[in-house]
């Protein structure tokens, strides 16, 4: 090797190291400069104890101006309840980190809070602390477990009982054998794993009330984005279905939400002395695939809201149905959306007799109301607000006010959540036949247990107009 060839790479290799030595970070120790961070806490949506919550993620920024050295990320959690990663290293503690003038990094926590021997909900504490240069930045963590019984691909097969003393978790199918009667009483809450599902071979009776309802929902407690819960999507769980032995069933007093295919009642021979299913004050919401469709059934359901059910809303093909003052209303942006809000479906073998008093029939369409060849589909829709255009409303529809505003609240409907009672403004308002409070006097009070009648006059819709109705979230 010549002598200019050794000088050339002993100057460039000195180049180098200098070059190395220059962009070596210079890390301050001063005290005085400090980390940002987005949250100074994070709290967790009441869980599941023995579910991990998805995962919440804590940014920090160094716009100290000088670049730090964080010598230790410490997850202090005295019950076990809580997992972390940062900058992609999981553990308990994180060792040596630096971060940059103008960087940032990640934390990434979920909750999994331990199954405890406590029957109430039960609140852990604990945090992340985060030392550099003598200081030490403290991040809350926060969750609130509650036990529940859980049960995997279960059948009852004899009469029981759950009450609201714990939730209930399903995963897999949950199955009422042919002959037993499951009672839910008021407050019960029955949570679904994803693609888990309730089938009805004997008897539901599920009876809550206005201020204590029995909830069928999904598992996920967590919110999708700022403010907007998982529990309002459509699709968290599967959903019910009656099947062909199932008899003298009540949903009273329920909220279900979030199904893939909502309610659903199997063809099966048609007592005129019976309801197959009855639904009263409840409301039934959001369901993928629809939130009611009943084949061959005899179905009655009053005071209350069925909506915005994705594919379509309520489906009724062959059979007797009696609707008094329910909203049936689909509002949703949903792409899935292919049917009206009330579909009506007949044939020669299976012909459909329905009646809708009272009720609210409306949607984002300016017809909501589908039926087949009237030889095979008898119906009669009164005293209602209807988005329809029909060309025959004498024949099928009396007293009714048609393509008008019902006055719903829909403030928090980019949220995934829309709500069905009326304002002042509502044309549903005063149109309903006061003379059906006295034929049925279930409907003397609405879906809030509020008394219908006003001054002598009845509102269409689940929900009587009140000046100080509060949605239920």
């Not at 099966?268 to 639904?279: F, G, M, P, S, V």
């Not at 008898?378 to 255009?389: A, D, F």
Request: aromatic share 8%; hydrophobic share 35%; with cysteine.
């Amino acid at each position: 090797m010549s002598k200019l060839l050794r000088l050339l790479i002993a100057a460039l290799s000195a180049a180098l190291l200098l070059a190395a030595c220059e962009d070596e970070p210079d890390f301050s120790s001063d005290s005085h400069l400090r980390l940002s961070y987005s949250t100074d806490s994070v709290c967790f949506e009441p869980l599941i104890t023995g579910q991990a919550t998805s995962t919440r993620t804590i940014k920090v920024w160094n716009n100290s101006g000088e670049d730090l050295k964080i010598s230790n990320v410490e997850l202090r959690s005295a019950s076990n309840s809580f997992q972390m990663i940062v900058d992609g290293r999981s553990g308990t503690s994180i060792n040596n980190l630096e971060l940059l003038n103008g960087d940032s990094l990640f934390i990434f926590v979920r909750a999994n809070m331990q199954v405890n021997d406590e029957k109430q909900p039960v609140m852990v504490n604990d945090s992340i602390v985060v030392r550099y240069n003598g200081n030490q930045d403290r991040i809350i963590l926060n969750a609130i477990g509650q036990n529940a019984v859980v049960l995997r691909d279960y059948t009852i097969e004899r009469d029981t009982v759950w009450t609201n003393e714990q939730p209930f978790l399903i995963f897999g199918k949950l199955e009422v054998a042919e002959g037993a009667t499951l009672t839910l009483k008021a407050g019960t809450e029955v949570l679904f794993h994803r693609g888990a599902s309730i089938s009805v071979a004997g008897t539901l009776d599920a009876r809550g009330n206005a201020s204590d309802m029995v909830l069928f929902s999904g598992d996920r407690m967590d919110e999708i984005g700022p403010g907007m819960p998982y529990t309002n999507i459509y699709g968290q769980w599967e959903g019910i279905t009656f099947t062909e032995t199932s008899t003298n069933n009540i949903m009273e007093g329920v909220y279900m939400r979030g199904a893939t295919y909502g309610i659903v009642v199997d063809t099966a021979e048609i007592d005129d002395n019976q309801w197959r299913l009855i639904i009263a004050n409840s409301e039934i919401r959001t369901s993928k695939r629809g939130n009611l469709k009943a084949t061959d059934a005899r179905v009655k359901a009053y005071n209350s809201v069925f909506a915005n059910g994705g594919v379509q809303n309520v489906y009724l093909s062959g059979g007797e149905y009696l609707f008094n003052n329910c909203t049936l209303s689909e509002n949703s942006v949903s792409s899935l959306r292919v049917r009206e809000s009330l579909v009506l479906r007949g044939d020669e073998t299976h012909p459909v007799a329905a009646q809708f008093n009272n009720c609210i029939i409306n949607g984002t369409h300016t017809n909501e109301v589908s039926t087949s060849e009237a030889d095979w589909c008898t119906y009669s829709i009164n005293n209602s607000l209807v988005n329809t255009e029909s060309a025959d409303t004498a024949t099928y529809y009396k007293q009714c006010v048609f393509n008008e505003k019902a006055g719903f609240d829909f403030r928090l409907s980019k949220l995934y959540y829309y709500d069905f009672h009326i304002d002042s403004t509502s044309f549903a308002r005063n149109i309903g036949d006061t003379a059906l409070i006295k034929l049925y006097p279930e409907c003397a009070t609405d879906l809030d247990g509020n008394v219908r009648i006003n001054n002598g006059k009845v509102d269409a819709g689940a929900y009587a107009y009140m000046e100080t109705a509060a949605p239920k979230e």
